[in-house]
């Protein structure tokens, strides 16, 4: 074979070398900085579901029927929530929705209750509502986070163009997860309404802080 | 004198007692739930320009209505 055809061979395999090994190159940088995106958003997740935990005001009424033995949120700065949400917000400090315990201190099963967290100034309100549960009378019940949130779609789109979809519990980069209307000082949260297992109803009466 | 000034006493709370009406009318107007049920077997709800007792009762007939999440722990791949 003609040297200079040789010649020209063997530049053209090293370019198609050079190229696959640039591509295979790239290719593993984006695989490994998505692996890292995903570790660091997990690490974030963690560090916070790991934070001392802060305490909400409870107010309620001498007479409730369901306690609230603790009230406690994660807490963490504006610019924080906003690289965790990309949301904005104009608060120095944003808290989580609560994980609140309570007690049956009535003398009846109870089969529902609506807890909220209220902002009195703006009237905003932010809770849930539980039913079809029985509590027996001195028993303990918790409202863990996720009882705040509904669920949502959340899509993951890899390097072959398909997209999965599936259904969770929002974590600290949703808003769902954070109460970003007022900041923890402005909040109280409370039992307002309690349905019992003989039919009967107790609302809490307004008045002083509780409104 | 004595009457002129009675009237005047009850111009003063009618003026008063009407310009309330649409205020409490405009409040009530305002307040707005809404809500959704959770895998986690609850339903979420918030409110504006609701009172606190008001607001849960809205939640509670909102959460009544709400039909259940058929979708929990679906995925889907496209």
Redesign the interface.
Known sequence: MHIATRRKLAISAAVIGLFSAITFALEFRTKSQQLQSLLARDKESQQIENSADQPLRVLENDDSPMRILEAKVKEVSGTDFNKLTGQHTALATVCSVPQVQLLNSSGKVVTGF?L?I?D?T???????????ILINQGEAYT??R??????E?TSTINNDG??????V?PNVHSEKYWISFASRAALFV?V??VSFQDGSVW??K?GGD?? | MKVRFLVSILFSILVVVFAAIPNATLSYAQCKCTCRSTCSGSCAYSCSGCGLVDGAEAAQRCCDSAPAPSNCGEEEIF
């Open positions: 609506v909220a209220r009195p703006t009237k905003t309100t932010r809770g849930m509502v539980q039913s079809k409202v863990k996720q009882a705040f949130m509904e669920s779609w398909k997209i999965q979809s599936s259904v519990t409370t307002v309404r609302r809490i307004e509780i409104q």
